[in-house]
């Protein structure tokens, strides 16, 4: 059974910063397409992951860009988010995401579109104030 579990969220101050953690279970973070996804108040759950990590690299929406970083840890099977220079507007529920169907190599890619990925985790609350 696969599983992601989001960690590493809170409340900080605009200009701090978190790290978010994804803990997976039961499929290698190298064999699958990693997304970080938010949903922020009001909203539904964004369409394009915010970031996202493959074996052919790592790609970032416009607005989190220069700020944001998305890493990976093959021993410890995990997916990080480090966050900078938070900006309220970053407030939102942030979810893991696995499109266990490519990987970013053997000819395949990774893309941030929602629907490409089949496993999700339960999210993890970022609030940041002004």
């Known amino acids: 059974q696969v599983r992601l579990e989001e960690s590493g969220g809170g409340s900080v101050q605009a200009g701090g910063s978190l790290r978010l953690s994804c803990t997976i279970s039961?499929?290698?973070?190298?064999?699958?397409?990693m997304g970080w996804f938010r949903q922020t108040p009001g909203n539904k759950r964004a369409e394009f992951a915010i970031a996202m990590i493959g074996n052919d690299g790592t790609e970032y929406d416009d607005s989190v860009k220069d700020r944001f970083t998305v890493s990976r840890d093959n021993a410890k099977n995990v997916v990080y988010l480090q966050m900078n220079s938070l900006k309220p507007e970053d407030s939102a529920i942030y979810s893991c995401?696995?499109?266990?169907?490519?990987?970013?190599?053997?000819?395949?890619?990774?893309?941030?579109?929602?629907?490409?990925?089949?496993?999700w985790g339960q999210g993890t609350q970022v609030t940041v104030s002004s």
């Open positions: 039961g499929v290698r973070v190298n064999s699958a397409c």
């Open positions: 995401a696995a499109d266990r169907r490519r990987t970013g190599s053997d000819g395949t890619s990774c893309y941030r579109r929602d629907f490409m990925y089949d496993t």
